[in-house]
């Protein structure tokens, strides 16, 4: 998959400890910490430590052992903030942007966990 990753951009920074952030949880090889412009009470990203672009990339050429570490971080994500239904919770949403039409704005593969409050619709009418 001819993917180029820009190691300019601002998690691979983050990763790099250059630009500070509010980590809510690291393991080897996964990190999770709040978006700088909240849209919802719990706004949470969680980005491998790889060099990965965005969702496709990062499922197709990642090892097993990112794949599932950063699967169970995003459930530990969700137990940490009281947002799972199995739980009694209120639930959760999970998105992750890609490309033009996605609208990503970081080109490092990242997932959003957004909850705390009724999340609306999942896309506007086009
Ligand atoms: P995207 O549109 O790429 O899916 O989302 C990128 C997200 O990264 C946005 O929600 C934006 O608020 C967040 N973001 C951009 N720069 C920073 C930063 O320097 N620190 C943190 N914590 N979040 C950032």
């Known amino acids: 998959m001819p993917y180029n990753y820009d190691d300019q951009n601002i998690f691979a920074k983050i990763l790099r400890g250059e630009i500070p952030n509010e980590t809510v949880l690291e393991t080897d090889h996964t990190l999770a910490f709040r978006d700088i412009h909240p849209q919802a009470p719990v706004h949470v990203l969680v980005i491998p430590k790889g060099a990965y672009v965005c969702h496709d990339h990062f499922a197709a050429e990642a090892s097993e052992a990112e794949l599932v570490d950063f699967?169970?971080?995003?459930?530990?994500?969700c137990a940490m903030h009281g947002l799972s239904p199995g739980d009694g919770d209120d639930g959760f949403r999970v998105i992750a942007n890609a490309g033009t039409h996605g609208v990503q704005e970081v080109p490092h593969y990242h997932l959003h966990i957004l909850g705390g409050r009724p999340l609306g619709r999942m896309l506007e009418p086009a």
């Open 71 to 77: 699967m169970r971080v995003t459930a530990r994500i």
